[in-house]
């Protein structure tokens, strides 16, 4: 432990960030880091616990080395702190600016006051843009190579996490990925403001250099028949996610102006890459997003950002109100940036509660004009150009499954408890495995998974 009384000496600093009003012009991220010495006090904060929970099943699902390389931050080693980081976490540019820090719920310094725990997501934010910065992050080609062919199907966090490792301990591995560029919804869910698109591209370009071929634009089941997978490689990871978004009752998709949120957002990073305006735009549009979730604030804070006239939020259920249990997770309500924004733009949380759709109306042209809305007892018709469904997902795509001859376990998962499949030479991580996630549990299954598939493979694993 650096300073036995940081904890007590500094307070948590978070990094500052753009206001409301000042950010929503453009898609870049807009937060702004400490300066070193600043973050330094940050680490110094960490206390070394005897019983780290952070790193515990309480805290992080990767078990991120934390006090470690607070230490590390606070004497100034940042080669030393990146490679306790990069131990557990191979991705720290992604989970530094998206993971919901599941860590800092459960840090002691916390306990009583949530607001005071370490700064834990963006001290590991800033070891990985010093080392990104510094060039300590290179391409590591493996010294020896194993005989074995490895298929990766998906180029999301789990994709990416287990091809990482299985390329490290020596396999050769393929990946195919059905979308232009590698990534999955970090690439193509994700908003820019949140996750630029050039860090993920420079993550995987480095993949590449080490080894790692990437096949874009291939989608198996369709451009390539599973059962030539099954033959060439030793072995087949699936890691495609669970893109099948929830039906909402009385919204129909087919009517010009209901939009699901990934077409929506997934059409906005599209059109941010090529330099056009999105044809999937709520520019001057009255905007409703129905759902509560991380996408649907990614889908209100796009709206914004679009130029939409208004965006309002429909919520099914009541606001979630609830005590804090340490160290468990918060379960009460959270305002978020999009909300953030649309209240600083609009003069209101953009949030109605106990709120649904109940029937749509169509201008004479066949297009999307308003929605009647019951909230609580009371009907309401609020005008709308463009309706987002950002009501979640339920599982992973059937076709995936009958590609490759699985049985879904009737929650629209692929894959045991073990990341076996009942065909031993197909494995599966991530969203489609377990259900739809987060990055950090992403990469915490593929990693997971790249082991039990190189104890297939070899008969042990040393990973
Ligand atoms: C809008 C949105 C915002 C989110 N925000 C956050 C956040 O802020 N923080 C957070 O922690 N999590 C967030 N999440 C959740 C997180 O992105 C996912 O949990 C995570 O990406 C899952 O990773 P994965 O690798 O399992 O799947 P995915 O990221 O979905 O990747 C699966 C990949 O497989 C490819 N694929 C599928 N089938 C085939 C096939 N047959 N052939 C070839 N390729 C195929 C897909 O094209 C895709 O690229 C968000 C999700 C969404 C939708
Ligand atoms: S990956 Fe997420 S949960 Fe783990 S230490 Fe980093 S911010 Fe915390």
New binding site residues.
Partial sequence: MGKPTGFLEYRRAENPCSAPRDRVSDYSDFHFSLPEDQRREQGARCMNCGVPFCQSSFGCPLHNLVPEWNDEIYSGNWSHALSRLTKTNPFPEFTGR???ALCENACICGMDDPSAAVTIRENELAVSDYAWAHHFIEPSIPAIRTDKQVAV???????LAAADLLNQRGHHVTI????ELP????MF??PAM?LEKSIILRRTEKMQKEGILFNCN????RDLPAAQLLKQYDAVLL?????QERTVANADTGIPGVLS??DY?SENTRALLEGRESSKNAKGLDVLVIGNG??AT?CVATAIRQGAKSVRQLVRKPPKTGERVWPYRPSGEKTAYGQEEAAALFGQDPRMYEASIQKLLVDEAGALCSAVVLQGESEITLPAGLLILAAGFSGA?EK?AK?FHLREDGKGHIGKADYTTENPSVFAC???RRG???????IAE?RACAKAVDRYLEGYTNL
């Fill in positions: 998206v993971c919901p199907i998906g180029s999301g966090p789990a994709g195919y990925e059905k979308d990534g999955g919804l970090l869910g994700i949140k291939t989608e198996i089941g890691a495609c996610g669970a893109r949120a990934l957002l991380d996408t990614d795509e995936t590609a991530g969203d489609i739809p996630s987060l990055v950090v549990w992403a593929g």
